[in-house]
T-cell receptor
Framework: SQQGEEDPQALSIQEGENATMNCSYKTSINNLQWYRQNSGRGLVHLILIRSNEREKHSGRLRVTLDTSKKSSSLLITASRAADTASYFC??????????FGTGTRLQVFP | DAGITQSPRHKVTETGTPVTLRCHQT?????MYWYRQDPGHGLRLIHYSYGVKDTDKGEVSDGYSVSRSKTEDFLLTLESATSSQTSVYFC?????????????FGSGTRLTVV
């Protein structure tokens, strides 16, 4: 069973717009992570947010975490065509391994 | 990806044959993982290792075995391949406990069982 579920499953926007993806999970966590996957490639780690953190920034990425609602969001500001990819959240469920969600497919049109 | 290599990149095999996929790392990381990726399921953990000769099962381990005889190599074996094991297989490594570190993924092995 999946620990994380991303919403929406697919998202299409124009370059310059912001993209927001959401992730919900089921059990207590130590941290939540976001990954990007370009078509035909492996996943790339984007950002890690710990359970005692509420918000974290990295460049054009902003991640929030609400442990009371067991949810997180990933915001990509000023999207570019190169941001076209699938985005996955992953949680540790307080174990030594990550459980991944099913992903959000983001398409950014020039 | 730098520091982690999967081989082969593509493989077609027949039902009932054994298949071994290799993951090789040059980062000296303690943790190594095998995931499979299928449409609609995201990534699912097959097996993982937290040290040489120390392995454990993930959520979809049936039909798979693993071995780790040295730090740098983590082998995934399909004992008798079935069509349901057609998938893209990813290896990942982590320096330490995922509480503090993210994973580095390999480029994947696309396996087709006919």
């Amino acid at each position: 069973s999946q620990q994380g579920e991303e919403d929406p499953q697919a998202l299409s926007i124009q370059e310059g717009e912001n993209a927001t993806m959401n992730c919900s999970y089921k059990t207590s966590i130590n941290n939540l992570q976001w990954y990007r996957q370009n078509s035909g490639r492996g996943l790339v780690h984007l950002i890690l947010i710990r359970s005692n953190e509420r918000e974290k920034h990295s460049g054009r990425l902003r991640v929030t975490l609400d442990t009371s609602k067991k949810s997180s969001s990933l915001l990509i500001t000023a999207s570019r065509a190169a941001d076209t990819a699938s985005y996955f959240c992953a949680t540790d469920a307080r174990t030594d391994k990550l459980i991944f969600g099913t992903g959000t497919r983001l398409q950014v049109f020039p | 990806d730098a520091g982690i290599t999967q081989s082969p990149r593509h493989k077609v095999t027949e039902t009932g044959t054994p298949v071994t996929l290799r993951c090789h790392q040059t980062e000296n990381h303690r943790y190594m993982y095998w995931y499979r990726q299928d449409p609609g399921h995201g990534l699912r953990l097959i097996h993982y290792s937290y040290g040489v000769k120390d392995t454990d099962k993930g959520e979809v381990s049936d039909g798979y075995s693993v071995s780790r005889s040295k730090t740098e190599d983590f082998l995934l074996t399909l004992e008798s391949a079935t069509s349901s094991q057609t998938s893209v297989y990813f290896c990942a490594i982590s320096e330490s406990n995922v509480r503090d570190y993210g994973y580095t993924f390999g480029s994947g092995t696309r396996l087709t069982v006919v």
